[in-house]
């Protein structure tokens, strides 16, 4: 079934270590996001990619990297996660940057 | 800055119409999208705005207003399963999405 897989489900982590969130679409779409979605708040971007090769910094980019070597997988990294980045990660993907975003299942990542 | 304002939370009978409004300030202008999202689940596309007026599809129809900074989310016939909350979401000129924090519609028998 085409569409977006994220991994893991859920994840609890010490603060300070250092943990990568995955993103891999099927459906050859152009453009990848993530954001976090926090309880009474929108959903916020982190990261962009428009296209393989680029990355773009969102609304809350701090204390996270991406990359995009090639079309289907957009990796999020904590490089050294904090108790603040407690959310729910959602990565999304659109066919270009104006068309309906599809989402993943999302990551429930707890940082103690 | 941007904003989205949405009602934090609805309440509606089975069977009924509900009405979610929408207003926004935002830099630039590049449509308004409605996402409906279960709880513990994803966000799922509904519908996609650029130019005033309604959009009819099926049960669910949403207007805009771009001179207004409005747009509304309507669902007619409700059923259980609409129990969700519906997300409104614009896009700026630099073709981000700016989100409202969600509406909560409960629906009762």
């Known amino acids: 079934i085409a569409g977006i897989t994220q991994a893991p489900t859920s994840q609890i982590l010490a603060a300070g270590r250092r943990m990568t969130l995955r993103c891999t679409q099927d459906?050859?779409?152009?453009?990848m996001y993530w954001y976090r979605q926090d309880l009474g708040l929108g959903l916020r971007l982190i990261h962009y990619?428009?296209?393989?090769?680029?990355?773009g910094k969102g609304e809350v980019p701090d204390g996270y990297s991406v990359s995009r070597a090639n079309t289907d997988d957009f990796p999020l990294t904590l490089a050294s996660a904090v108790p603040s980045q407690t959310s729910v990660y959602f990565c999304?993907?659109?066919?270009?940057?104006?068309?309906?975003?599809?989402f993943g299942d999302g990551t429930r990542l707890s940082i103690l | 800055g941007q904003n989205i304002d949405q009602p934090t939370e609805m309440t509606a009978t089975e069977g009924a119409i509900v009405q979610i409004n929408c207003t926004y300030q935002t830099s630039g202008f590049n449509g308004l999208f409605w996402y409906q999202q279960h709880a513990g689940e994803a966000p799922t596309f509904l519908s996609y705005n650029v130019l005033d007026g309604l959009e009819e599809k099926g049960r669910f129809s949403s207007f805009l207003s771009r001179s207004k900074g409005y747009s509304y989310l309507l669902l007619k016939e409700l059923q259980m399963k609409d129990s969700a909350s519906y997300l409104c979401a614009v896009m700026d000129s630099n073709y981000q999405l700016i989100w409202g924090a969600g509406t909560k519609l409960i629906i009762k028998p």
């Open positions: 459906m050859r779409h152009n453009a």
């Open positions: 990619s428009n296209t393989a090769g680029t990355t």
């Open positions: 999304a993907s659109s066919e270009g940057a104006n068309q309906p975003q599809h």
